[in-house]
């Protein structure tokens, strides 16, 4: 009688890529070489890999102004969209206290009132909430922020980038400061600390171009018109 036992290699490499994410968290419980393969960078990878090769389970995520986060199936769109849990030990306030900064590779960046950021996978629900930059909050009275979202594909890491334009008392006139969160090693980083005359103002999220270039579009005063910034999360 011949051994009908599917070899390991097999189902790690070629099956469990192809399940869906909330199958792997039930199956990381079934012993601990599951839940080693599971975690490790390189199967996170492969299955990412597999999941945008396939073009499948794609969700459009939107923040409502009542009840939260929502998804919508673009693979069937008939269906009504789907009030998603927030993630539990979150405080998400009211709803028009979340705001959107970005998504990546099926994970979502939120911030909220209480809780700063987050980062979010709404087919897993499991998220990190990243700590404040020096203990300050989200909104600095007198200043203008923004943050992007994006993936470092030469570092392997999820990064926010946040700018932030104000008036410095100190210096006399309008500061930037750009600073660089990186999952990896869970810190902010100070990119860049300057002085300049002009200000950014009314500063907009744009798009996330080949998941590490990220934009903003701003009103510059001087020149009297709109441009575009870019930040570069490889560099």
């Known amino acids: 009688m011949a051994d009908s036992t599917l070899p390991m290699d097999v189902i790690a490499t070629e099956i469990l890529p192809k399940l869906p994410a909330k199958s792997l968290l039930r199956f990381k419980c079934v012993c601990k070489f599951f839940r080693t393969l599971i975690s490790s960078p390189d199967f996170v990878h492969r299955h990412l890999l597999h999941a945008l090769s396939s073009g499948t389970n794609s969700l459009l995520i939107l923040i409502g102004k009542v ?19 927030f993630p ?3 405080h998400e306030g009211s709803g028009g206290g979340l705001f959107f900064i970005g998504s990546c590779n099926g994970l979502v960046c939120i911030g909220t009132p209480f809780s700063c950021l987050i980062i979010f996978n709404p ?3 499991i998220y990190k909430e990243i700590e404040k930059i020096d203990g300050r909050n989200v909104f600095i ?3 203008c922020i923004n943050y992007g979202f994006g993936f470092d594909d030469a570092d392997g890491d999820y990064k926010i980038v946040r700018v932030m334009s104000r008036y410095s008392y100190d210096h006399h006139g309008m500061r930037r400061e750009v600073n660089v969160y990186g999952m990896k090693s869970d810190s902010w980083s100070l990119i860049e600390s300057i002085s300049y005359q002009d200000s950014m103002k009314h500063m907009e999220n744009g798009a996330l171009i080949d998941n590490h270039l990220v934009h903003w579009k701003f009103w510059c005063p001087s020149d009297n018109e709109h441009r575009i910034g870019c930040f570069d999360l490889r560099n």
């Open 88 to 90: 539990s030990g979150v």
């Open 67 to 85: 009840r939260g986060l929502y998804a919508v199936h673009l693979d069937s769109p008939e269906f009504p969209a789907v009030n998603l849990r």
């Open 141 to 143: 009275p007198g200043s």
């Open 123 to 125: 087919s897993t629900g």
